[in-house]
């Protein structure tokens, strides 16, 4: 019997992924998308099957993590075996400033599913993943961190998703519900979406070195992260359905790596060394070095002697505007409980993922420039 499961948040990094990866493995698959003014499916366009396709295993369902109507609604149609609870308002300084809101779709949110489930007598066949996540240690009370150490959550995001985290164990122990918690660490890839701070780097060293950009301004650079690739992290979260109980996982590398770490790495996919200078709001990132040879092979040959007039070019600045209220200054995961039980190994590490990202991002400038030199036809609206 092929297994039906159901995404929320699937046009998001991590739906478009794990929706991916279920289709290979047979599954039917359901989405909730949000309805906006554009297209916003682009993440999952290349998975899209006409409506009228007689054997066709993705649909969308329009909805919203407030609406608690619309959420039972779309789950008694579906009547999914597994539910992924991937739909967040997930940028933890934008929470800062719609904290009602991210309190309503991630902590409310995940009630309104466990709660439909429970309603509609499914707990007995339907098992739900929670997308829990490292924000939730916070200010950290234990190096590296695991499944047992105590949460302090640092932003409106991670209030939120501490709700989400207590209800779902909660609904587990009350009901005996299969609902698991992941709490992955920060998880990256070329879907990543262009604020957060990995792609943000990533597009930015494509642009310097294809002279569309002069600078890159951050925040905090000595923020610490445990970064793994999304690919990688889409695999824990079906095995975590397909334990016998429910449970809670830490998904993480083990590794931690500076913002400007990433910086560097990042300039040296592309063949660029970058040294930084100075200290607090006034450090810099400044060009000292250009190795050819991966220049040309990432870049292009075209684009070498134009990169050539970077060397001394401060290139990264800091602007306070991107530092948070209260900042989580350090995370690093213990993965030993995922890779025990659900016999969880990553693929990448951050070398690999930050080529991944870089050779993406470089790919996609090259398109946009193309685009904006008027490689399209330009729309007139009133002729
Ligand atoms: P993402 O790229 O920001 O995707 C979030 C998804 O949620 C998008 O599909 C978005 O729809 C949807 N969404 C937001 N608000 C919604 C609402 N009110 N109703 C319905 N859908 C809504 O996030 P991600 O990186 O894939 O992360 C997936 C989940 O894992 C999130 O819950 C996140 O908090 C959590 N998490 C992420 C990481 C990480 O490092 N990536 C780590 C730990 C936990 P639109 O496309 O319409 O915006
Ligand atoms: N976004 C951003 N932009 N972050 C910056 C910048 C900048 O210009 N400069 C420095 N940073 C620092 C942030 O202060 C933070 O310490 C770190 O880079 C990572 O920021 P993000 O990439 O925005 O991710 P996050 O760690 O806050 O949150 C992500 O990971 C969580 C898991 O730990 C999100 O995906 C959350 O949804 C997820 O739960």
Redesign the pocket.
Known sequence: MKKVALITGITGQDGAYLAEYLLKLGYEVHGIKRRASLFNTDRIDHLYQDPHDENRRLFLHYGDMTDSMNLTRIIQEVQPDEIYNLA?M????VSFDTPEYTANADGIGTLRILEAVRLLGLTEKTRIYQ?S???LYGLVQEVPQRESTPFYPR?P??VA?LYGYWITVNYREAYGMHASNGI?????SPL??E??????ITRAVAKIALGQQDKL?????S????WGHAKDYVRAMHAILQQPEGSDYVIATGITTT?RDFVKLSFKNVGITVDFKNEGVDEVGVISGIDEVMFIARVGAEYLEASKALIGQEVVRV?PA???PT???L?IGDPTKSKTVLGWEPEYDLEGLCEDMIISDVKLMKKDAFLKEGGYKTLNYFE
């Open positions: 967040a997930s940028h933890v300084k997308a996540t490292s924000e932003s995001y991670a998703k992955l660490f920060n998880h990256e990543r979406g604020t957060f701070v990995t792609r943000k301004f951050l925040g905090n650079l923020a610490k992260r445990d913002v602007d991107y530092f948070r900042e989580v200054e995370l």
